[in-house]
């Protein structure tokens, strides 16, 4: 099957990537991290990640892709082991010498290669392997019958981007941002130059091209992949990638939940009906143009944004004319309450409005849909223009109840309340942990308030913040007998706390410690005579 990931730069999109579908997350810590500016994590955060991630059977892969210099390569991998400590998954790289390090300290530790190692072919993926990395994450300039040769010719996991922002360098090893900025981009630190607007000159100053396309002569396109799904899937990749660690929980959720769909439908009948609302909601959520990147070629020109490097929006309809100093605007999208807009001037200028109000046919609306007329207060605009949504409140609002709602697992109780007998709870949720404890209390006769199995539901059912939701509750309970609220509280919270400490005890590893030690304190690596030829 292949793997859904999803990227997470906060805790918030975590969530929104585990509530809508995502078999495995990728995050970075605060250091070592190819995404320095996302907030990032912890090390509490990450061991809190992992039990999420793992409670909802998601794996957790972390980025230390940045390239290490030698002072500190120990402070790396000891941080390496602290994340194979907390139960993360995996963890990604770049730098060679890091990968030598950690197979000669780790070597329990799962290794991803990232995508700015510029891995492009069969036999790079073979080098890797026999160097102890089990997945490959591709070059993005590689075609999809190159993907194709090079999954025929490897059998190490593969994995490559489907959707998200593209860098103009190759796989994202860039020098540029340090050149021009001071920030390297391979030290995690981009200041994405390649977002700003350039003129093409020669030495003296002079235009070299009689015409620009654009300002923004190095600013790609977004990937896009929705379209190719079909031919993505016959490639039998380990694990489809969504780029956006800088982004909001809500692109994540709109994002993840579209190729989750996508992915499902795949799985079952190996087609994708693709569908309007599904391509709708990914550009809606952000696009800077789309492309298929370097999958049917060189893409040329055409993988370029040069008109603008952020986003775009979709076209939501034209202004047909105006009504008291108020612009006509015949919709191509629906239009609600809330959203935003960006009016495409005449001017080449951009103006930038909320949907605060809106009149169809004389009166106020909450809603207009395709094909309608709605006159919007702004003064800007002439007959002619194009009127770009760039923020569609309803979807926004979808996506960010995807997650603050976030599910939660059934918890079934098994309850034993006998007459004279001591109180007995028993516990399990639907991954196979169970526990049971027998209280200190001796079940009496009611005095004045009895127990039933309602009052019993009301007491088991306060599960906040445990991740669980009240399930079936059954089992013996007698007549007239006193079950106080302090006991049942007293039983639950023994028995849940014992599944959660079951559930961490799973995610926690160790490893050997004089080994590790050792390996640490040698500081060599591999000579040249180890590498498999």
């Given at each position: 099957?292949?793997?859904?990931?999803?990227?997470?730069?906060?805790f918030?999109?975590?969530?929104?990537?585990?509530?809508?579908?995502?078999?495995?997350?990728?995050?970075?810590?605060?250091?070592?991290?190819?995404?320095?500016?996302?907030?990032?994590f912890?090390?509490?955060e990450?061991?809190?990640?992992?039990?999420?991630?793992?409670?909802?059977?998601?794996?957790?892969?972390?980025?230390?892709?940045?390239?290490?210099?030698?002072?500190?390569?120990?402070?790396?991998?000891?941080?390496?082991?602290?994340?194979?400590?907390?139960?993360?998954?995996?963890?990604?790289?770049?730098?060679?010498?890091?990968?030598?390090?950690?197979?000669?300290?780790?070597?329990?530790?799962?290794?991803?290669?990232?995508?700015?190692?510029?891995?492009?072919?069969?036999?790079?993926?073979?080098?890797?392997?026999?160097?102890?990395?089990?997945?490959?994450?591709?070059?993005?300039?590689?075609?999809?019958?190159?993907?194709?040769?090079?999954?025929?010719?490897?059998?190490?996991?593969?994995?490559?981007?489907?959707?998200?922002?593209?860098?103009?360098?190759?796989?994202?090893?860039?020098?540029?941002?340090?050149?021009?900025?001071?920030?390297?981009?391979?030290?995690?630190?981009?200041?994405?130059?390649?977002r700003?607007?350039?003129?093409?000159?020669?030495?003296?100053?002079?235009?070299?091209?009689?015409?620009?396309?654009?300002?923004?002569?190095?600013?790609?396109?977004?990937?896009f992949?929705?379209?190719?799904?079909e031919?993505?899937?016959?490639l039998?990749?380990?694990?489809?990638?969504?780029?956006?660690?800088?982004?909001?929980?809500?692109?994540?959720?709109?994002?993840?939940?579209?190729?989750?769909?996508?992915?499902?439908?795949?799985?079952?009948?190996?087609?994708?009906?693709?569908?309007?609302?599904?391509?709708?909601?990914?550009?809606?959520?952000?696009?800077?143009?789309?492309?298929?990147?370097?999958?049917?070629?060189?893409?040329?020109?055409?993988?370029?944004?040069?008109?603008?490097?952020?986003?775009?929006?979709?076209?939501?309809?034209?202004?047909?004319?105006?009504?008291?100093?108020?612009?006509?605007?015949?919709?191509?999208?629906?239009?609600?309450?809330?959203?935003?807009?960006?009016?495409?001037?005449?001017?080449?200028?951009?103006?930038?409005?909320?949907?605060?109000?809106?009149?169809?046919?004389?009166?106020?609306?909450?809603?207009?849909?395709?094909?309608?007329?709605?006159?919007?207060?702004?003064?800007?605009?002439?007959?002619?223009?194009?009127?770009?949504?760039?923020?569609?409140a309803?979807?926004?609002?979808?996506?960010?109840?995807?997650?603050?709602?976030?599910?939660?697992?059934?918890?079934?109780?098994?309850?034993?309340?006998?007459?004279?007998?001591?109180?007995?709870?028993?516990?399990?949720?639907?991954?196979?942990?169970?526990?049971?404890?027998?209280?200190?209390?001796?079940v009496?006769?009611?005095?004045?308030?009895?127990?039933?199995?309602t009052?019993?539901?009301?007491?088991?059912?306060?599960?906040?913040?445990?991740?669980?939701?009240l399930?079936?509750?059954?089992?013996?309970?007698?007549?007239?007998?006193?079950?106080?609220?302090s006991?049942?509280?007293?039983?639950?919270?023994?028995?849940?706390?014992?599944?959660?400490?079951?559930?961490?005890?799973?995610?926690?590893?160790?490893?050997?410690?004089?080994?590790?030690?050792?390996?640490?304190?040698?500081?060599?690596?591999?000579?040249?005579?180890?590498l498999?030829?």
């Amino acid at each position: 099957m292949t793997e859904l990931l999803a990227p997470a730069g906060s805790f918030t999109a975590l969530k929104a990537a585990l509530a809508n579908g995502a078999d495995a997350i990728y995050l970075g810590g605060k250091t070592f991290s190819a995404r320095a500016y996302a907030d990032n994590f912890t090390l509490e955060e990450i061991t809190e990640a992992v039990k999420l991630a793992h409670f909802w059977h998601a794996k957790v892969y972390v980025a230390l892709n940045t390239l290490i210099s030698d002072e500190e390569m120990v402070s790396a991998v000891f941080y390496a082991a602290e994340l194979y400590r907390a139960g993360v998954d995996a963890i990604i790289i770049q730098d060679l010498g890091l990968l030598a390090m950690l197979r000669q300290a780790l070597p329990e530790l799962e290794l991803h290669a990232s995508t700015q190692m510029g891995v492009h072919n069969a036999p790079g993926c073979n080098l890797l392997a026999g160097l102890g990395v089990s997945r490959v994450i591709l070059s993005r300039e590689l075609s999809l019958s190159d993907m194709a040769a090079v999954r025929g010719a490897t059998k190490v996991g593969l994995e490559t981007f489907v959707h998200g922002a593209l860098c103009i360098c190759f796989s994202g090893q860039c020098l540029f941002s340090s050149m021009v900025g001071g920030r390297s981009g391979n030290r995690g630190r981009c200041a994405q130059p390649c977002r700003l607007a350039y003129r093409l000159v020669n030495e003296f100053g002079e235009p070299m091209i009689s015409q620009q396309p654009g300002a923004y002569l190095l600013s790609p396109r977004d990937l896009f992949g929705y379209e190719k799904l079909e031919r993505l899937y016959d490639l039998h990749l380990d694990a489809w990638k969504i780029e956006g660690r800088m982004k909001k929980p809500e692109y994540v959720a709109v994002v993840t939940d579209v190729y989750r769909r996508a992915l499902d439908e795949l799985e079952q009948s190996n087609r994708l009906n693709a569908n309007t609302e599904s391509l709708r909601r990914l550009l809606q959520v952000f696009n800077r143009d789309i492309s298929h990147g370097y999958w049917e070629g060189n893409p040329g020109s055409s993988l370029m944004s040069y008109t603008r490097p952020n986003n775009r929006g979709l076209l939501a309809g034209r202004v047909v004319g105006k009504e008291d100093g108020r612009i006509k605007v015949k919709l191509s999208q629906p239009l609600s309450l809330g959203d935003m807009l960006e009016l495409w001037v005449s001017s080449g200028s951009r103006e930038t409005l909320s949907v605060d109000k809106m009149i169809i046919a004389g009166q106020a609306a909450e809603k207009a849909e395709p094909g309608q007329t709605v006159v919007l207060d702004a003064a800007a605009g002439r007959e002619g223009d194009r009127v770009f949504k760039i923020f569609d409140a309803p979807l926004i609002k979808a996506a960010r109840e995807s997650f603050t709602d976030f599910p939660l697992k059934p918890l079934h109780f098994t309850i034993d309340a006998r007459l004279g007998q001591p109180l007995r709870l028993q516990a399990r949720d639907e991954d196979g942990f169970s526990a049971e404890m027998q209280s200190e209390y001796i079940v009496a006769e009611a005095v004045s308030s009895i127990s039933d199995m309602t009052s019993v539901r009301v007491q088991l059912g306060r599960l906040g913040g445990s991740g669980y939701t009240l399930g079936e509750v059954k089992g013996q309970l007698d007549k007239n007998v006193m079950l106080p609220s302090s006991v049942l509280n007293k039983a639950r919270r023994a028995v849940v706390d014992e599944l959660l400490h079951q559930r961490q005890s799973r995610d926690q590893r160790a490893f050997d410690q004089m080994r590790f030690a050792q390996a640490v304190k040698s500081n060599t690596l591999p000579s040249r005579r180890t590498l498999p030829a």
